[in-house]
């Protein structure tokens, strides 16, 4: 029985030259090995991806998203770029005050950005529990398994080798369990490789997981984005289809200079502040001095006075300067009107000037 044994060795493992393992195991390692080179890369990678912050990443990588199923977590622990803008906003927003188109416009704008905020974290805690988690599972137990499986065959073929050129030297039977353990190591490695390979649509699986919450996240963060733009939208329109009330204070203070008919004489008073404060003195005090060159209407005329200079940007529009009166003759629509000044008629709109003496209806 000793001799046949030696015989069925020896023709199994053919002369003292090391043992090889037969080219579909070596496929099926290479492709293994790619594998998990892939996984623990994506893995990195996808974690970058959702948080750029490294300390953010590292509250992210502990996560429990067990807890988080449980309802005992409401966010990853850490604030969202998103919603740390969305509080800025607010607070500036606040101090701004509700007379304020801008400052509305901020509170709008933050409230959308916290909205973010919170779609963002139910992507990182998705995406933790539905790939990350899956993914590291296979690293640490699928793969590390394989891994220790294939460092065992290596002892065991190094082994078988070591007693195969000592054939003869040692029991045959010691030489046989040298085998057996071999075939049975790259039995059990095999397996748990193709195992790995045959199932890879559950990494499929994950990658989808990974692509819903993403969608999810997205679709989300547009309908915030769409309301967010529908209401800013609307706040430019409101605003430039009535007056910009919030610089009349600055008219009525130069009107109250005066009576109308001195109101001339009031300019170079309004305007003195300026002179001593202004480094363009001389450009600043040219404007009272202009004014009164101009042409003035009877006050009892539908006229205006100009806030600000308006400088006439296409063909029939009426260009005038701080302080100028101009006579209405005509309204167009809620925002501009017609006038005359010094013997020139045309369009101007109705924010840059103060209306002293109405049209009649």
């Not at 910009?244 to 009031?266: A, T």
């Not at 200079?309 to 701080?322: I, T």
């Amino acid at each position: 029985v000793g001799r046949a044994g030696i015989k069925l060795v020896s023709e199994k493992v053919g002369g003292a030259e090391g043992t090889k393992l037969d080219d579909d195991f070596k496929e099926m390692e290479k492709k293994v090995d790619v594998t998990s080179k892939a996984v623990t890369e994506v893995l990195a990678r996808t974690i970058e991806y959702l948080q750029p912050n490294p300390a953010s990443r590292a509250k992210l990588t502990m996560l429990n998203t067990v807890s988080k199923i449980r309802g005992q977590v409401k966010n990853p622990g850490y604030p969202q770029s998103e919603g740390l803008l969305g509080e800025c906003m607010i607070r500036h927003g606040k101090e701004l005050g509700g007379e304020s188109n801008f400052g509305d416009a901020l509170l709008d704008a933050g409230e959308s950005m916290k909205r973010l905020a919170e779609v963002k974290d139910s992507l990182d805690i998705e995406v933790k529990q539905n790939f990350i988690d899956p993914l590291q599972n296979l690293c640490d137990k699928d793969l590390k398994e394989i891994q220790h499986h294939l460092k065992k065959l290596e002892g065991r073929r190094l082994d078988f080798d070591y007693k195969k050129k000592r054939q003869g030297k040692i029991p045959d039977e010691e030489l046989r369990q040298a085998m057996e353990k071999f075939e049975e190591s790259k039995e059990v490695a095999e397996t748990s490789m193709h195992h790995l390979l045959e199932t890879d649509i559950e990494q499929v699986s994950q990658l989808s997981a990974l692509v819903d919450a993403q969608l999810d996240y997205h679709r989300q963060a547009v309908q915030i984005l769409d309301e967010l733009a529908d209401k800013l939208k609307r706040r430019m329109r409101e605003a430039s289809s009535r007056p910009k009330r919030e610089y009349k204070p600055k008219p009525r203070e130069l009107l109250d200079l005066g009576e109308p008919e001195q109101s001339n004489g009031g300019f170079p008073c309004a305007a003195a502040p300026k002179i001593t404060a202004a480094s363009s003195s001389f450009r600043s005090s040219d404007k009272p001095v202009r004014t009164p060159s101009r042409s003035m209407p009877p006050l009892d005329q539908p006229s205006c006075k100009a806030l600000y200079d308006f400088e006439p940007e296409n063909d029939g529009e009426l260009g005038f300067h701080e302080g100028d009166i101009i006579t209405l003759t005509n309204q167009i629509d809620e925002n501009w009107y017609e006038g005359m000044l010094d013997g020139q008629s045309g369009f101007f709109p109705l924010s840059y000037v103060e209306v002293l003496v109405p049209l009649p209806q």
